[in-house]
Each structure stands twice: as structure tokens, then as C-alpha cells.
């Protein structure tokens, strides 16, 4: 039986042995959401007039800062659930394992949304459906 998150306007499932923590400052709240591994699903809500391409930015500048050898290339547009996301995937390594990372922004009436999801490539392949899933599942109760 999958966890449910609601709050803030936010709702989605995620599996019962993750960890899920959340937090709000500032008009921005996150969600991040932990495989018992490496994968992580971490979810940022802005503001509905902040710019996806300047949260790109500085999310790609954040990640170039912490692993300098990374290769980024755009995702394409990507329709989930009815909804247009935007984004980018992202590899670098990171203690000697090759790392996938992917970024991806929407909008809604009400606000700005950033997903980061990110695990080890051996695990990315395990959880790369499970964080699929939870993206619809949010999708299917964004207003």
C-alpha cells in the first residue's frame, strides 16, 4: 500500500519504506522523498511568476558546482498526464559511481514546479519507474 503526501495543495503517493521529508520558507516548500539507497525525489513548489528557465539555471549551476564533469542535455518537451514538463537529464559521477539525474518543470494556475530525481545508475534503472509513477501521481492532483 503506497504513502500519500498532501499538503499545501500538494498531493501524490510514494512507496511506504521511503523517507519522506518536507519543509517551507519563504514561499517556497520542497518535498524530498528517499529510497532506502541512493535515489532521491526532491520537489520544488515556487511561486507561480518564477521563470523555469532561470530555476534550470541555477539547478544545473548548483549541480556543475558539486561534480564538475558532468554532462547535461536537454530532455525534450515530455507530456505526463495531460501536463507539458520541460527539462533536462544530467550524468556525472560521484564517489566512483556514474550518477543520472533528471530535471523537470511545470506549471500550473497556481505555481512553478522543479523535480529533481537522482540515483545511482545500478539503482536508476530499479527507481526510475517508482519515480515516474510518483510524477503522475502528483500531476493527476495539480490543480
Known amino acids: 500500500m503506497p504513502s500519500v503526501f498532501e499538503h499545501s495543495g500538494l ?29 532521491f525525489w526532491h520537489l520544488s513548489k515556487y511561486p507561480r511568476d518564477s521563470e523555469l528557465e532561470t530555476l534550470f539555471d541555477e539547478a544545473l549551476a548548483a549541480l ?10 536537454p530532455a525534450g518537451d515530455l507530456q505526463v498526464e495531460d501536463r507539458l514538463l520541460m527539462g533536462f537529464d544530467v550524468r556525472f559521477i560521484c564517489l566512483d559511481l556514474t550518477n543520472t539525474c533528471w530535471l523537470r518543470g511545470f506549471q500550473t494556475d497556481d505555481a512553478t514546479y522543479l523535480l ?18 510518483m ?7 495539480c490543480a
Open 11 to 39: 498531493r501524490f503517493e510514494y512507496p511506504e519504506n521511503w523517507v519522506l521529508e518536507a519543509a517551507s520558507e519563504d514561499h517556497l516548500e520542497q518535498v524530498v522523498v528517499s529510497s532506502p539507497n541512493t535515489g
Open 64 to 73: 556543475r558546482t558539486e561534480y564538475q564533469d558532468m554532462e547535461t542535455e
Open 116 to 133: 529533481l530525481c537522482q540515483a545511482e545508475d545500478r539503482e536508476f534503472a530499479q527507481v526510475s519507474p517508482v519515480f515516474q509513477a
Open 135 to 141: 510524477l503522475a501521481s502528483l500531476l493527476r492532483h
